[in-house]
Every structure is written in C-alpha cells, then in structure tokens.
C-alpha cells in the first residue's frame, strides 16, 4: 500500500511557475511509475506526465513539453513537478499517482495509487 500527499498547489499568474510535490509513504517509490494527472472543472481528468522506474524514462503531454519537468528524489520517496509558464488553461487539481507497470501509460486505468490532489489557478 501506498499513500500519496501532494502539495505546493496555489494561485499564480499566467507565465509564473509553481513546483508540485507528491510525498509517498508505506513503500519506496523507487518500485512505481509515477506520475502526474490534472483535471480541470467540466473535463476528464488527463494525463500530464510521468517517470518510469525501469528505465528512467519521462514522457510528458504535447501542451506541457517544454514548461513542465517531472522529476523524482528517491532519497526522499517524493516526485514532483516543476511548472514553469504557466496558462490559464493549466488551471486544474493535479494529481499524483503511482503504477506497478515499469512502462508509461498515460491511460489512468494503470495506475494503482492515487493522492488527494492540489489545486493549482493560473489567472490571466
């Protein structure tokens, strides 16, 4: 079992930046894909990003490549998710989420943990 708390959500305005952080307890995540979900108010909730635990690897979605880093502190047992220009259209709770499969998936399906989740409000 794994507990995912996130936290670093708040209020920016558009082109600043905010670092997300998602603090595991129960397991090491050193075993898990983790990874980073958003949904905005009315939508599905979407895949932003990820880390593979096989290989390393990160895969991020086409509107966030470029302004958003996923990275994680093993040491730590925490991920996080640098956010850097920031647009209102990145407004959403963001959600932290754990996976067994040593591939990225981007489909929620595939993963096995989720956290709380933190609000993050990009105004114009």
């Known amino acids: 079992q794994v507990q995912l708390v996130e936290s670093g959500g708040g209020l920016v305005q558009a082109g600043g930046s905010l670092r997300l952080s998602c603090a595991a307890s129960g397991r090491s995540i050193t075993s898990y894909t983790m990874g980073w979900f958003r949904q905005a108010p009315g939508k599905e909730r979407e895949f932003v990003a990820a880390?593979?635990?096989?290989?390393?690897?990160?895969y991020r979605t086409d509107s966030v490549k470029g302004r958003f880093t996923i990275s994680r502190d093993n040491a730590k047992n925490t991920i996080y998710l640098q956010m850097n220009s920031l647009k209102p259209e990145d407004t959403a709770v963001y959600y932290c989420?754990?996976?067994?499969?040593?591939?990225?998936?981007?489909?929620?399906?595939?993963?096995?943990?989720w956290g709380q989740g933190t609000q993050v409000t990009v105004s114009s």
């Open positions: 880390n593979s635990w096989h290989d390393g690897r990160t």
């Open positions: 989420a754990a996976s067994f499969t040593p591939e990225v998936f981007t489909s929620m399906s595939a993963y096995n943990y």
